[in-house]
T-cell receptor, first 109, second 112 residues
Framework: GQNIDQPTEMTATEGAIVQINCTYQ??????LFWYQQHAGEAPTFLSY????GLEEKGRFSSFLSRSKGYSYLLLKELQMKDSASYLC??????????FGAGTTVTVRA | IAGITQAPTSQILAAGRRMTLRCTQD?????MYWYRQDLGLGLRLIHY???????GKGEVPDGYSVSRANTDDFPLTLASAVPSQTSVYFC???????????FGEGSRLTVL
């Protein structure tokens, strides 16, 4: 089984930076994903980490430390459209993907 | 470009009725999944299938059944719906190499 923890809510100002942390406990770790989900919509893929370190993709970056069971998603130059839920998900084995409860980010003008 | 198609989009159902949520993918992914999403609980895995002909139980399988007769279709059946099964249901499939999930648009089910 898995235990995935992330903050429930975060609020930030347009143009700022926000860091969403995710901690997990699992056996058979095989990758960590971040998904974005706007209200009433399906989740969409943001990033994937399987090795330690930072993955950068435009305004979004994701970091992984496997030894600490820790990841973060960094959102830079926040825009209003970034207001959404951000889901941390851990893959165990080849197929099973388990999700945290999600972090709702609200961007204010 | 279809990806994953779910039906129905929304349904209101009387308790005790049988209901099947349909899911079809056109990406030839081997693995498919059913999740339910409830406020404050996030996405919880109900059942999954690694390949056609095989299925497995996820975190919350009770009250649900699935079948995987072919690669493309993965229906979810509620044999006798109960109000606690009121939720948004997402079907997903995954790429074999990265494990990235591709989601359908969801089916909102209300059991009264």
């Amino acid at each position: 089984g898995q235990n995935i923890d992330q903050p429930t809510e975060m609020t930030a100002t347009e143009g700022a930076i926000v860091q969403i942390n995710c901690t997990y406990q699992t056996s058979g770790f095989n990758g960590l994903f971040w998904y974005q989900q706007h209200a009433g919509e399906a989740p969409t893929f943001l990033s994937y980490n399987v090795l330690d370190g930072l993955e950068e993709k435009g305004r979004f970056s994701s970091f992984l430390s496997r030894s600490k069971g820790y990841s973060y998603l960094l959102l830079k130059e926040l825009q209003m459209k970034d207001s959404a839920s951000y889901l941390c998900a851990v893959r165990e084995g080849d197929y099973k993907l388990s999700f945290g409860a999600g972090t709702t980010v609200t961007v204010r003008a | 470009i279809a990806g994953i198609t779910q039906a129905p989009t929304s349904q209101i159902l009387a308790a005790g009725r049988r209901m099947t949520l349909r899911c079809t993918q056109d990406m030839r992914h081997n693995a498919m999944y059913w999740y339910r999403q409830d406020l404050g609980l996030g996405l919880r895995l109900i059942h999954y299938s690694n390949t056609a002909g095989t299925t497995g139980k996820g975190e919350v399988p009770d009250g649900y059944s699935v079948s995987r007769a072919n690669t493309d279709d993965f229906p979810l059946t509620l044999a006798s719906a109960v109000p606690s099964q009121t939720s948004v249901y997402f079907c997903a499939s995954s790429d074999s190499y990265t494990g990235e999930l591709f989601f359908g648009e969801g089916s909102r089910l209300t059991v009264l």
